[in-house]
């Protein structure tokens, strides 16, 4: 079975730019939710696969949770990326 992983498009982006969040090796089962969060702040969600747009500089971090439909646990697996948004108009 391939490694289950959260796919960004980049992992910089500029003012304006961007990022897609994809999938890979994971099965159409499995129960799927990726936060974005900003200084610990949720800032966007979603249970596909999405585009997101960060409005303010600094680093953001995708979660991704796993779960199987017939677990008890809250999740069963979290895959965290980092991303930096840089404005460069300032």
Known sequence: MP???L????DKILLGDSIEFTFKGIEDTLLKKVE????DEVVASSEAQFTFTPNKDGEYEAMLYLKSPDSVNEYDEVISKS????????
């Open 83 to 90: 991303l930096t948004y840089i404005n460069i108009q300032q």
């Open 36 to 39: 974005i969060k900003y200084s």
């Open 7 to 10: 796919v960004l498009s980049r």
């Open 3 to 5: 490694e289950k992983d």
